[in-house]
């Protein structure tokens, strides 16, 4: 909020105050999982509710992948903060960018004292000067004709005190309430778990609500014992963009057991292969932990080998086993641990065996590589038909001292002489992002390997759904940087410094060539090709403007005579109309003008 003042005198008071609003979206989405907690590897439904006739995605990953990258989850106010907020400084009258190149204070900045009052010329608040509030973004005075003056207010203070309302807590993977849960379980529930799917992302999908706004998902639950949490976002034609609360759905189950194992090892390499049962049940059980037997590998207990462990009320155990992997590649480890029905008492308590769940196996895989240091040999042959099959042989020779079974070959076969240079040429789109000169190295790219990958016939609708996104996004980033006369520059006019010449080059001639992919306006490229044609000099050349900081871009070159050749290709190929004339340069050369 803004409150100003014109005194008399012509003196302007003005003084702002800031109030934090709730970031709420029209399109009210809202999502939920029936039932809440469930067994691994149970079905369950994902309810979502939106504006009728919206398009919706939905996300729901294991909650540890929220905790390594928390700032990465969608919210209200990071979806707000996206949007772009341009800061409004001094005033433009033609071609001209006014704004004082000083900031000295016209009066003098001592405090002063009168009539036992302390004056500064400074706000409380610490808001500068009148001329400083009266620029803030979002308010026009455009009526006014405004002087910057220092007025003097007297030195009081206020403090505001404000409580927080109120603190939410994440839930926890196993509370009080498990216990509950464990007893309204369905009776029908198997009597062994096996569990071997253990994805980071479990949902990952787009849907479409019906009439009335609502959507049903059927979903299997994976074999983690976690907390999964889950969101999702939608877009409507009557209310737009709306965002879903995160809700969770626990998947859990009385005892079970985890495996504690590398990513991978090389072959001949001894580790431990830890598994450690849990036990939530509210009274002792004894359980039994076997280690499948495999001719892939060797295994040897840490300790001493017990037929049977004791595990009382939220109790864990844990057997370890000494692993020398005798294969290559995914090795399997299958771990069961069972709930046994001996009547030998823990600690002289009586142990029991629960109903359902009795049993958990777990399939984990580790990657074995092979020692020795990788060697790869590639053979090339170009085959042209003629109507007829053709046949070529290759001699796979491996050397005398290849490590044992970790030879392997493949082949490819491609109609393009480029072969596999020009292979996952998708991969190189991006994001583009960063200052203007960043958002351009990024925004380019994108063109031509969407230009490519169209003649060529291997554009997917996925690929072009993505490549025309970037582009998009790096058009609307770069009008960050473009200055009021046409030009662009490595920060924009906030830093007053002067448009580029080679990046408005650049620009153009990205503009120009992404008008077959995406909306560009015609008058960016027009500012553009004026802005330069004013920079060209009476023979020809062009005259060098501002800075770039990337020198990658004019190819480490900086005379006129190299940024001419730069401009006059980025001009031929807007293309400009053959009709425009030529004007000779002193060297000889001819350039477009």
Known sequence: MLVY?????GEVIASTAEFQVESCL??????SFVPKEELPASNTSLKLHSSPRSLCALCAVDRSVLFMKPEDELSPSSVYNLLPLKELRGYS?????????????????????LNGFTYIPISPHGEGDAYDILKVPDFDFSSLFLFRIYSYIPAITREITMAKVGQVSALQLLDDSD??????????SPMETIRKYFPETWIW??????????????????????????SAFCMSPDTGFGLSPTVSLRAFQPFFVELTLPYSVVRGEAFTLKATVF????????????????TQFLATPVEKEEDSHCLCENGRKTVAWLVNPKSLGLVEFLVSTEALQNQQPCRNTIVETPEKGRKDTVIRQLLVEPEGVEKETVQNSVICLKGESVKDKFSLLLPSDVVQ????????????????????LHQLLQMPFGCGEQNMVLFAPNIYVLDYLNKTGQLSEEVKSKAIGYLVSGYQRQMNYKHPDGSYSTFGPRYRQPGNTWLTAFVLKSFAQARSHIFIDEKHIQDALIWLSQNQKENGCFRSSGVLLNNAMKGGVNDEVTLTAYITIALLEIPLPVTVCVTPVTDGTNVPS
């Open 205 to 230: 999908d787009i849907v479409s609500v019906n009439s009335e706004g609502n959507a049903e998902l059927d979903v299997t639950i994976p074999d983690t014992i976690t907390e999964w949490k889950a």
């Open 5 to 9: 003042t014109t005194s008399p005198s």
């Open 279 to 294: 036990n939530y049940l509210t009274a002792c059980i004894r359980v039994s932990v076997i280690l499948a037997q495999s």
């Open 405 to 424: 079974d970790s030879g392997r070959a493949y082949f490819s076969v491609l109609g393009d002489l480029m072969g596999t240079a020009m292979q996952n």
């Open 93 to 113: 009258f033609k071609d001209y960018y006014l704004e004082e190149e000083d900031v000295n204070p016209c009066v003098s900045l001592d405090n002063i004292l």
């Open 26 to 31: 029209l399109n009210k989405v809202n999502l």
């Open 179 to 188: 216990y509950a849960v464990l007893k309204g379980m369905n009776a029908g």
